[in-house]
T-cell receptor, first 112, second 112 residues
Framework: AQSVTQPDIHITVSEGASLELRCNYS??????LFWYVQSPGQGLQLLLK??????LVQGIKGFEAEFKRSQSSFNLRKPSVHWSDAAEYFC??????????FGTGTRLLVSP | GAGVSQSPRYKVAKRGQDVALRCDPISGHVSLFWYQQALGQGPEFLTYFQNEAQLDKSGLPSDRFFAERPEGSVSTLKIQRTQQEDSAVYLCASSLSTDTQYFGPGTRLTVL
């Protein structure tokens, strides 16, 4: 079965520092890959997605992610974190059976 | 334009009560999905509709859970004889085709 691993439950980053959130997936072929962000009490907002083509994808709010087939990874990055980026981040895959399979999430804390 | 809306946003039920959760997808979106998000976890797939047809209900945890989308637009998730383990946030998502899903704010269900 398909699975998604986000190995970091919590990450604390200083405001203005760079950020990388890790995501690994288990699937035989290349799935559709997504990053969503969830603020407290809110639904999921799509940050970016990868279907095919250029392996470095740009998203909203200054986020980017890189697909690495050899590592089955789709890590999320941001060069300079803002306090408003504090939230829960979810990596998800769609293997063509319509449903999304999510990781357990990484909670980002931003320190002053 | 309007996004996915869900009502109620919060629902408290006594164990054994029936509840109904509503989802209004983005206008024109063919596909509609329901997910369950337990505290501290990523969302988990419950069921999927394409128009009025329920194409996948493999994630429904028991026969107490029932979903419908009779006219291919609004959907209702019904939970009969609620149990404490049903306490979670229920997320609805819609998509124009089968790639990118857009989520609503969710309904937080608490079963006492």
């Amino acid at each position: 079965a398909q699975s998604v691993t986000q190995p970091d439950i919590h990450i604390t980053v200083s405001e203005g520092a760079s950020l990388e959130l890790r995501c690994n997936y288990s699937y035989g072929a290349t799935p559709y890959l997504f990053w969503y962000v969830q603020s407290p009490g809110q639904g999921l907002q799509l940050l970016l997605k990868y279907f095919s083509g250029d392996t470095l994808v740009q998203g909203i709010k200054g986020f980017e992610a890189e697909f690495k087939r050899s590592q089955s990874s789709f890590n999320l990055r941001k060069p300079s974190v803002h306090w408003s980026d504090a939230a829960e981040y979810f990596c998800a895959v769609n293997t063509g059976f319509q449903k999304l399979v999510f990781g357990t999430g990484t909670r980002l804390l931003v320190s002053p | 334009g309007a996004g996915v809306s869900q009502s109620p946003r919060y629902k408290v039920a006594k164990r054994g009560q029936d509840v109904a959760l509503r989802c209004d997808p983005i206008s024109g979106h063919v596909s509609l999905f329901w997910y369950q998000q337990a505290l501290g976890q990523g969302p988990e797939f419950l069921t999927y509709f394409q128009n009025e047809a329920q194409l996948d209900k493999s994630g429904l945890p028991s026969d107490r859970f029932f979903a419908e989308r009779p006219e291919g637009s609004v959907s209702t998730l019904k939970i009969q004889r609620t149990q404490q383990e049903d306490s979670a946030v229920y997320l609805c998502a819609s998509s124009l085709s089968t790639d990118t899903q857009y989520f609503g704010p969710g309904t937080r269900l608490t079963v006492l």
